[in-house]
């Protein structure tokens, strides 16, 4: 990883920090080429477009707003340099080392693991896995009550119970809240908190809330963040989310939960054997 970083910086890739605009535009796509077609030799060795394809998926090369065209460019430049120094280190006998066949073993079972669950994973995504999940999540749900409101915050009770005042005789709440209210959050949305279920507010300022019919504004109510003013706009019985608005949530549960359950069944079919040398995690403490 140090190499990949030494070389973004002093390598081809850093010329992207230097391209205009225009020049980062992606011009019309070329057809994909295969992966063995080979883009460019490094003393003979050749580096192929799959290599470039890999080196695309590694998150440290990620380059935001670059066209795809003008990315594969750099990639090819990257991966010269990575061969230039990959051979340089052979020179060097640096892959003999114990500690380098140690290194190189970690990673090959990382990324076997890796692609393994990976792979695993996405079979466990299907149309019908999604939708019985889904179907069975919206069974759960117990219809929730939400309250859109408005809040003005104040320091102390004798200043909540003059902005109240002004308030119910017949001054904007939102108005008020821009001219008065200490909550940086909602001050320029006029005191605004959006829709809220009771779970999502500190106890004293949720249960004033939701006794509030809509368009009444509250007496002063202490939090331990101040004392607050509300007004509750609106009410209602918060919406189960659609099929649609779930399926990636859904799809990423799928998808984990496929992957522990591999790992889970993998250490119960297995033989694992820990020797005295290793080190023993310590016992929670209790509280």
């Known amino acids: 990883m140090k190499t990949c970083s030494l070389l973004?910086?002093?390598?081809?890739?850093?010329?992207?920090?230097?391209?205009?605009?225009?020049?980062?535009?992606?011009?019309?796509?070329?057809?994909?080429?295969?992966?063995?077609?080979?883009?460019?030799?490094?003393?003979?060795?050749?580096?192929?477009?799959?290599?470039?394809a890999v080196a695309a998926d590694d998150p440290?090369?990620?380059?935001?707003?670059?066209?795809?065209?003008?990315?594969?460019?750099?990639?090819v430049d990257y991966m010269v340099d990575l061969k230039l120094g990959a051979q340089a280190a052979e020179k060097?006998?640096?892959?003999?080392?114990?500690?380098?066949?140690?290194?190189?073993?970690?990673?090959?079972?990382?990324l076997l693991l890796d692609e393994y669950l990976e792979r695993e994973g996405k079979k466990a995504v299907t149309p019908e896995a999604a939708r019985a999940l889904y179907d069975e999540t919206v069974k759960a749900m117990k219809p929730e009550e939400e309250v859109h409101a408005r809040h003005i915050l104040v320091e102390s009770e004798a200043e909540a119970k003059k902005i109240a005042g002004r308030i119910k005789g017949g001054e904007d709440f939102a108005?008020?809240?821009?001219?008065t209210s200490k909550d940086p959050g909602s001050k320029a949305e006029g005191g605004d908190l959006g829709w809220f279920t009771k779970e999502r507010m500190v106890a004293p300022f949720a249960e004033a809330a939701f006794k509030l019919d809509p368009g009444k504004v509250s007496d002063p109510v202490k939090t331990q963040f101040g004392w607050h003013v509300i007004k509750v706009e609106e009410k209602r019985t918060k919406p189960v989310p659609g099929f649609d608005e779930m399926k990636e949530q859904i799809?990423?549960?799928?998808?984990?939960?496929t992957q522990q359950?591999?790992?889970?069944?993998?250490?119960?079919?297995?033989?694992?054997?820990?020797?005295?040398?290793?080190?023993?995690?310590?016992e929670p403490k209790k509280p």
């Open 261 to 282: 359950d591999i790992i889970t069944k993998l250490r119960e079919q297995a033989k694992v054997e820990k020797t005295d040398a290793a080190p023993k995690a310590e």
């Open 92 to 110: 060097a006998k640096i892959g003999e080392s114990p500690d380098f066949t140690r290194k190189l073993a970690y990673f090959r079972d990382k």
């Open 251 to 257: 799809d990423a549960y799928l998808t984990r939960k």
């Open 175 to 179: 108005k008020v809240a821009a001219e």
């Open 60 to 75: 440290a090369l990620s380059l935001p707003g670059v066209g795809d065209e003008q990315k594969k460019a750099l990639l």
């Open 8 to 52: 973004w910086r002093t390598g081809a890739l850093a010329l992207v920090l230097a391209l205009p605009a225009a020049a980062q535009q992606a011009p019309a796509q070329a057809p994909a080429q295969a992966p063995d077609t080979v883009v460019a030799r490094v003393n003979g060795a050749p580096v192929t477009a799959g290599d470039l």
